[in-house]
């Protein structure tokens, strides 16, 4: 049985001391201890992020890094960096970083590798957009990004790879894939691993749903065979909200 895993994604939200009060938050609601849960913050927040969730099974998880060590790059954050910080978690291609922030598929395997060269634990989004899906090509562009994203990644270092599947179409439109199509496409993704790999990778290896998933849907979501988490957005702002989706594991 592959482990459930429930990450939060702020996005831009949370000054460092409300990080304190929503992760004391969390923790006073005792957040289920046979699931692993992540909280991903801004980078001025990690420090606290980290600090607060210290003794609990709550893990920090930054929302990207750069792929160089160090240099001239001004306002990027490295992998190291991140390390020394405690954080043990990364979310790389974010279809917020694709669409705003002209990430690409090369860039996000060079972060796919740098992550897993410091032994960070890389939370790979993958995801098609509306109008990919109207058009048919939804199993194209998602085995297009997923390949691209595990080049020259051993078979090893696979396994510790988080893939979140993030319909473009539900992030913050309140529109959410039915529990079969997210499976479906869970599916997909682990064939294609499968495919890159072989079968023992693609059973280990982790799946998230991360479109739109809440505390009214988590339980339905989670009960797919091929869906071993969720990547949350607004839900992972509010406590009750995302304590309730932990515990749906």
């Known amino acids: 049985m592959r482990k459930k895993i429930i990450a939060g994604n702020w996005k831009m939200?949370?000054?460092?001391?409300?990080?304190?009060?929503?992760i004391n938050e969390i923790k006073e609601k005792n957040p289920a201890p046979d699931c692993?849960?992540?909280?991903?913050?801004?980078?001025?927040?990690?420090?606290?992020?980290?600090?607060?969730?210290?003794?609990?099974?709550?893990?920090?998880?930054?929302?990207?890094?750069?792929?160089?060590?160090?240099?001239?790059?001004?306002?990027?954050?490295?992998?190291?960096?991140?390390k020394d910080l405690g954080v043990e978690y990364v979310i790389i291609g974010h279809s917020e970083r694709r669409q705003y922030f002209n990430e690409t598929d090369i860039t996000v395997n060079k972060?796919?590798?740098?992550?897993l060269e410091k032994d960070l634990l890389p939370i790979?989004?993958?995801?098609?957009?509306?109008?990919?899906?109207?058009?048919?090509?939804?199993d194209d562009v998602i085995r297009r990004q997923t390949k691209i994203a595990f080049l020259?990644?051993?078979?090893?270092?696979?396994?510790?790879?988080?893939?979140?599947?993030?319909?473009?179409?539900?992030?913050?439109?309140?529109k959410t894939a039915t529990p079969e199509q997210?499976?479906?496409?869970?599916?997909?993704?682990?064939?294609?691993?499968?495919?890159?790999?072989?079968?023992?990778?693609?059973?280990?290896?982790?799946?998230?749903?991360?479109?739109?998933?809440?505390?009214?849907n988590a339980k339905e979501l989670l009960s797919k065979p091929d869906i071993d988490g969720g990547l949350i957005g607004g839900a992972a702002l509010k406590s009750?909200?995302?304590?309730?989706?932990i515990k749906s594991c």
């Open 36 to 82: 692993d849960v992540v909280v991903c913050t801004p980078f001025v927040c990690l420090s606290n992020a980290v600090e607060t969730a210290k003794g609990t099974n709550i893990k920090v998880g930054a929302q990207n890094l750069y792929f160089e060590d160090k240099g001239a790059y001004t306002g990027e954050v490295s992998a190291d960096m991140l």
């Open 124 to 138: 790979l989004c993958v995801g098609e957009t509306l109008t990919d899906r109207e058009q048919g090509v939804t």
């Open 152 to 174: 020259n990644v051993s078979k090893e270092d696979a396994k510790k790879v988080i893939i979140a599947y993030e319909p473009v179409w539900a992030i913050g439109t309140g």
């Open 240 to 245: 009750d909200d995302f304590t309730t989706i």
């Open 182 to 216: 997210a499976n479906e496409v869970c599916a997909m993704i682990r064939d294609c691993i499968e495919t890159l790999y072989d079968k023992d990778t693609a059973d280990a290896l982790r799946i998230q749903y991360g479109g739109s998933m809440n505390a009214g």
């Open 13 to 22: 939200n949370k000054t460092p001391s409300e990080t304190i009060g929503l």
């Open 111 to 115: 972060k796919v590798i740098k992550a």
